[in-house]
């Protein structure tokens, strides 16, 4: 694989880069995975620990007692919910499921949205979000792209990589819109759990039918390799024909155990909201003051960011950081973005003020 191709891998291909660069990936400060820096939580790491004979059996095919935690982490009914491995199957088999002609991706977006409408026979129109306008979404040209003609309306919220977000009154509005044109609607909320906005769409989707969130667990509870994410939707139709899709067991045995604990792990959830909310200023005050650079607001627990000086590219600065075993992602293959934009995630408070020194450096 080409080096420039390394550098806007998904997140968490650490292993490509770590071969690639010849760097031990347990040195590589990983800034690229928007992964939560506390790690698993105790409490999961405790459950699957004492439960590791479990994996004789399979786990509950209907995961009962897993639903019933989503169910009051979340606000949602067990009915409505759906599990999945990691966020990726829910996402794939909603839209193998409703198999759209015509697809809107709000964009730049998670690269996944756009192949799977492809795999599934579908086009997809990208929904520019313009750098004129802070990546904030224009409601009025939305509403003019969406028509009868639409079947799927993709955001993602906060959206990755912008970190741009949509309030609740936002979301009705669009839901509002896409009833009339029997568009679908799936809004992907991987991040929301960072934000301390309250933006999720949950309490929306008992009203609306053709609202399907979708969210993962690997970023907030620091777990991509446990593969756990949910979907939430009260068209039970919609419900019927993914779980005749979907393959039985595909969310595994330890997934099942540290996923009825992790949703009640209080202390957790309020240290990681902390954590990131105090960095999150903290490395906004510190960007705004570099020369060369501009940093967008953000709700998420990652920040997008422009180079200023023209001679300098993302590939430059991903270079340079990665012989410091920093890896951040360098977003120029994402649509509508260009060669100067970066993305890293707020990691603990040491290795922040690592990359801050090191980007700092490197855009003189
Ligand atoms: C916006 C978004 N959605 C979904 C995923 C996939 O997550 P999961 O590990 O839950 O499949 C990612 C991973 O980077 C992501 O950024």
Known sequence: MKKEALHTLHGGDLDEISRIYGIDKNKILNFSGNVNPLGLPESVKKAIAENTDSAINYPDVAYVSLRDS?????????????????????????????????????????????????????????????EDEGFMLSMDKLKAVITEETDLLVICNPNNPTGTYLTCDRIRDILMHCQSTDTYVMIDETYVEFSDKEISAIPLAKTFGNLFVVRGTSKFFACPG????????????????????KDPWSVNIFAEIGGRVMFTDKAFIE??????????????????????????????????????????????????????????????????????????????????????????????
């Not at 966020?87 to 794939?92: D, G, N, V, Y």
């Not at 990665?322 to 934009?341: C, M, V």
């Open 70 to 130: 989503i169910a009051a982490y979340t606000g949602a009914d067990r009915e409505h919910i759906l599990v999945g491995n990691g966020s990726t199957e829910l996402i794939s088999l909603f839209i193998k499921t409703i198999s759209p002609k015509k697809a809107v991706i709000i964009s730049p977006a998670y690269s996944e949205y756009l192949r799977e409408v492809e795999i599934s026979g579908g086009t997809a129109e990208l929904f520019p979000l313009s």
């Open 226 to 245: 446990l593969r756990l994410g949910y979907g939430i939707c009260s068209d039970s139709d919609i419900l019927d024909r993914i779980n005749e899709r």
């Open 271 to 364: 240290d990681t909201i902390e954590l990131i909310s105090s960095e999150r200023k903290r490395m906004y005050t510190e960007l705004r003051k570099f020369e060369n650079l501009f940093v967008y607001d953000t709700q998420s627990n990652f920040f997008l960011c422009k180079i200023l000086n023209g001679k300098i590219t993302s590939a430059r600065i991903f270079e340079e950081l990665i012989k410091d075993n920093i890896l951040i992602r360098d977003a120029s293959d994402f649509p509508y973005l260009g060669n100067r934009y970066l993305r890293f995630c707020i990691l603990d408070k040491k290795s922040n003020t690592l990359l801050l020194n090191s980007l700092r450096k490197c855009l003189k």
